[in-house]
C-alpha cells in the first residue's frame, strides 16, 4: 500500500471500530476502507455516527449493511433517536466471502455516493444533517487492513466514478487530525464553571499501564481535578492536589471501561458540586470539588499511554 502515513492513517483496526472523523465529514470528502471479507461472513455494516454514545445510542446517519444471506444485498438506513428509518435495499453485492474489497464513501451536498473495487454501487439522499457526522463505526464479521479519510475539492457527482477509480488506483489513505502530542497541555478558556463540559476522545495503547487528565491552575502546582485510570489493575483513581499535598484517592467504581487498543470517550461535565464523569455515553463517577474558585481552573493536561485524537470544550 502507497502513500501511507501510519501517524495519520489507521491500520489494523480492532473490531468493533469507533473512531473520531477529524474535522467532521464534508461535501467532496472521502472515507475509504480496505479489507477482506472472511469466509463465515453473515453480515457487516459501516455507519457514519453522530457522536459515540451507547446509551442512548448515537444517531447513525448512514447504516450501510452488507448482508450475505441468499445471494446477498446491502441495507442502508438512518437511525435517530433510537428509531431505525425506511430501510433502502441494493440487490447488487459486490463483496464476496473470503476475498479483499475497498469501500468508498464520496459525500456530496445532498448524498452519499458508494463505490466498490472502484466501480459505483449506491447512493444515499442524506436524512441528517451532514455536518452532525462526526464518528465512523466499523461493526460484524470483516477484516479491516486500513481505513482513513481524503480531503479533496471535488464538487461535482459527475467527477466521482473517475475519481474513486483514481484513488483505489493509488490506494491512498489519508487522514487530517490536529496535534494532540503528548504530553497535552490546552487552555480552559475564562476556567471551569458549572454547566461546562469537556469531551476527550482517545484510543488506548495496545499495552497500557496508565494514562492521566488533570484539571490544573496555571498559576499554582494545584490540581483540582485528577483522573489516572490504571489499566495493568483495572483501577481509577480520582483526586486533587491541593498546597503540595495529595488529598484522599478515590477509586470505588462498578466498571472499569478501558480496553487495550480501544477507543473511547470521556465527558467531563462541571456542576455546581461536582464533575460527573461518563465514559463512552454511559455515567461512571462523580467528584465532589475540592477547590471552591472555579475560575482559577484554567489548564487541562493530558499525557499517559493512548493515542489522543480530539478536545473539546463547550
Not at 502530542?181 to 499495552?207: D, H, R
Amino acid at each position: 500500500m502507497s502513500a501511507l502515513s501510519p501517524a495519520r492513517t489507521v491500520l489494523n483496526p480492532r473490531i468493533p471500530y469507533t473512531g473520531t472523523i477529524f474535522g467532521g465529514f464534508k461535501p467532496g470528502e472521502m472515507i475509504i476502507i480496505q479489507g477482506k471479507v472472511p469466509n463465515d461472513a453473515d453480515r457487516f455494516q459501516v455507519d457514519l455516527q453522530c457522536g459515540s454514545s451507547i446509551n442512548p445510542r448515537a444517531d447513525v446517519a448512514f447504516h450501510f449493511n452488507p448482508r450475505f444471506q441468499r445471494s446477498g444485498y446491502i441495507v442502508c438506513n438512518t437511525l435517530q433517536e433510537e428509531k431505525w428509518g425506511r430501510e433502502e435495499i441494493t440487490y447488487e453485492m459486490p463483496f464476496k466471502k473470503g476475498e479483499n474489497f475497498e469501500i468508498i464513501i464520496y459525500a456530496l451536498k445532498d448524498v452519499l455516493k458508494v463505490a466498490v473495487n472502484g466501480k459505483h454501487v449506491l447512493q444515499y439522499r442524506h436524512r441528517l444533517a451532514l455536518e452532525r457526522v462526526d464518528t465512523l463505526g466499523v461493526y460484524g464479521k470483516i477484516h479491516v487492513q486500513a481505513l482513513g479519510f481524503v480531503s479533496d475539492t471535488m464538487s461535482t457527482s459527475s467527477s466521482f466514478e473517475s475519481k474513486n477509480t483514481e484513488v483505489a488506483k493509488e490506494n491512498t489513505i489519508l487522514l487530517q487530525p490536529p496535534d494532540y502530542t503528548l504530553p497535552y497541555k490546552g487552555i480552559l478558556k475564562n476556567g471551569i464553571s458549572p454547566g461546562k463540559t469537556i469531551s476527550i476522545k482517545a484510543e488506548v495503547s495496545a499495552y497500557p499501564h496508565s494514562f492521566v487528565v488533570n484539571f490544573c491552575s496555571s498559576d499554582s502546582t494545584d490540581i483540582a481535578l485528577h483522573l489516572n485510570p490504571r489499566m495493568k489493575n483495572s483501577t481509577f483513581i480520582r483526586n486533587s492536589y491541593l498546597k503540595g499535598c495529595w488529598g484522599s484517592e478515590e477509586c470505588s467504581l462498578s466498571k472499569f471501561p478501558f480496553v487495550a487498543g480501544q477507543y473511547f470517550e470521556i465527558i467531563i461535565y462541571c456542576d455546581t458540586h461536582q464533575y460527573k464523569v461518563a465514559v463512552n455515553g454511559v455515567h461512571l463517577l462523580d467528584y465532589k470539588h475540592r477547590v471552591k474558585s472555579l475560575e482559577s481552573i484554567n489548564q487541562l493536561e493530558i499525557n499517559g499511554d493512548i493515542m489522543l485524537l480530539d478536545v473539546k470544550m463547550w
